[in-house]
Nanobody, 125 residues
């Protein structure tokens, strides 16, 4: 059982930045498919970015391209998500997810086995 813990959420004004991190209970970095999802109030969970075991990153949400950067720090065993130029519509709970040998679209939540508890990001206008 892999446990994921997110950190770094908070409240910022539009245009601000935050850096989210995800720590795993065991060394899964470089072996598991990992992803960031978010869920806004009243909306479905949405994939933000996927990081493949080889390090390739795919941004699933067009709205975050050019503003968000996902990365994996194998030395510190962290999955990071840098959020820049934040907008009120980015307000959501952000989740870290992982799966070993995921199949199907990595931009869909059923592809992932392990989930963190989420961290709240609130952007005010």
């Amino acid at each position: 059982q892999v446990h994921l813990v997110e950190s770094g959420g908070g409240s910022v004004q539009a245009g601000g930045s935050l850096r989210l991190s995800c720590a795993a209970s065991e060394d899964i970095y470089g072996r598991y498919d990992m992803a960031w999802f978010r869920q806004a109030p009243g909306k479905d969970r949405e994939a933000v970015a996927v990081i493949y075991p080889g390090g390739q990153t795919v941004y699933c949400a067009d709205s975050v391209k050019g503003r968000f950067t996902a990365s994996q720090d194998n030395a510190k065993k962290l999955l990071n998500l840098q959020l820049n130029s934040l907008k009120p519509e980015d307000t959501a709970i952000y989740y870290c997810a992982a799966a070993f040998g995921a199949t199907g679209s990595r931009c869909r939540s059923p592809s992932y086995t392990y989930w963190g508890q989420g961290t709240q990001v609130t952007v005010s206008s």
